[in-house]
């Protein structure tokens, strides 16, 4: 299976292999599950189709503004017949052809609206009579370990290897010659060619997403996929969370030792290696063979150039950090510059405890 490097079309909007969408809805219901008002001038459509983002809508969906700047400039150039906005954002530049329907809160209104169209997005459990499904496309010389459960519509290509006790879920699509171990749960996902995935890996499982208020933390419905491009290798353990619409990718080439926690919509490059123990938050990029030592931490939407170097333990705020550069410490700086600090501390100490200051 050869994925395109953005990984294969890049989906901003559930993907009907893995989410049955239960609408349409018309703007009245849609209104009543988000506690919304609708407010414009121009004749509205019927009925309203599914859920995108602002950059990914058609005409027929329904998207959400957060109020940054970012989004206040998609909304302006915008496809959606529909987007969710607060009442202080209600005159937003918006194309004549979007509708807006003014909530108190965007997100929890879209994440009730995911709710309304997807409320099986949480399902874990499907019902079939055999361990693989008839209507499973298993390719020649595959092999199954016992115990292996393979979902409806889901591809695996020639000559792959699964492991006793892998999941393999709905609609999955799994490569040529791919390497699964023991007891891994793919789901979600789209894997490529030639990939090697450890035991106990988790591969499509939903991302932590929420929004809190005065009543707790209320879900975001997580209607991504994952997309594991060629060559990749996987240790064992490893978490890779699907992305809230759009995707989360793994560059062809890349190498993931074990334990590591990838985050939703997060996007690596190519041949990047990421040592144990590493966490990335959701939405991070990944240049390409950009290598991160053991433990490192990775904010949300932090942003990081090709070939950059992060030393073990290094802390990385959100931000860009250019590529081709050494970084370490916490919060994150060149690595040079890191180096001297902490031997300037160890002077420092040093002469205090000479002094008799220590």
């Given at each position: 299976m050869r994925l395109a490097p953005s990984g294969l079309r890049a989906f901003l909007m559930a993907d009907p292999r893995f989410f049955d969408n239960h609408g349409p809805f018309s703007v009245e219901q849609l209104c009543a599950a988000v506690a919304g008002t609708c407010v414009s001038d121009s004749q509205l459509p019927s009925l309203v189709h599914d859920l995108a983002s602002l950059n990914g809508a058609g005409s027929q969906h329904l998207a959400f503004c957060d109020g940054s700047k970012a989004a206040a400039e998609a909304l302006a150039n915008s496809a959606a017949g529909f987007c969710l906005v607060k009442q202080v954002q209600a005159k937003v530049p918006?194309?004549?052809?979007?509708?807006?329907?003014?909530?108190?809160?965007?997100?929890?209104?879209?994440?009730?609206?995911?709710?309304?169209?997807?409320?099986?997005?949480?399902?874990?459990?499907?019902?079939?009579?055999?361990?693989?499904?008839?209507?499973?496309?298993?390719?020649?010389?595959?092999?199954?370990?016992?115990?292996?459960?393979?979902?409806?519509?889901?591809?695996?290509?020639?000559?792959?290897?699964?492991?006793?006790?892998?999941?393999?879920?709905?609609?999955?699509?799994?490569?040529?010659?791919?390497?699964?171990?023991?007891?891994?749960?793919i789901s979600h996902a789209y894997i490529g060619d030639n990939v090697l995935i450890l035991p106990g890996a988790r591969i499509g499982q939903p991302g932590f997403g929420f929004v809190s208020g005065p009543r707790g933390h209320l879900k975001i419905p997580q209607l991504g996929r994952v997309i594991i491009q060629d060559g990749v290798e996987i240790g064992a353990n490893v978490t890779i969370d699907r992305g809230a619409l759009g995707?989360?990718?793994?560059?062809?080439?890349?190498?993931?030792?074990?334990?590591?926690?990838?985050?939703?919509?997060?996007?690596?490059?190519?041949?990047?290696?990421?040592v144990s123990q590493v966490g990335l938050s959701g939405s991070v990029e990944l240049g390409d063979f950009v290598v991160l030592g053991g433990q490192v931490g990775v904010a949300d939407h932090a942003l990081i150039g090709d070939g950059a170097r992060i030393a073990a333990k290094g802390g990385v705020p959100s931000g860009t950090?250019?590529?081709?550069?050494?970084?370490g410490g916490f919060p994150l700086r060149p690595i040079i510059q890191w180096r001297r600090e902490v031997a300037t501390l160890a002077l420092l100490a040093k002469r205090r405890k000479r002094d008799g200051n220590g």
């Open positions: 918006a194309p004549a052809s979007c509708h807006l329907i003014v909530v108190a809160d965007p997100l929890a209104a879209f994440a009730a609206a995911a709710r309304l169209f997807y409320p099986d997005h949480e399902q874990v459990a499907w019902s079939q009579q055999t361990a693989v499904d008839p209507t499973a496309d298993i390719g020649s010389e595959v092999m199954l370990g016992p115990g292996v459960v393979v979902g409806p519509g889901a591809q695996i290509g020639a000559g792959s290897q699964i492991g006793a006790g892998t999941v393999i879920g709905r609609g999955v699509a799994i490569g040529r010659k791919a390497q699964i171990g023991s007891q891994v749960t995707d989360t990718v793994v560059g062809e080439g890349t190498k993931i030792d074990n334990l590591v926690q990838i985050g939703h919509n997060c996007r690596i490059g190519r041949h990047c290696v990421i950090y250019p590529g081709g550069q050494d970084y």
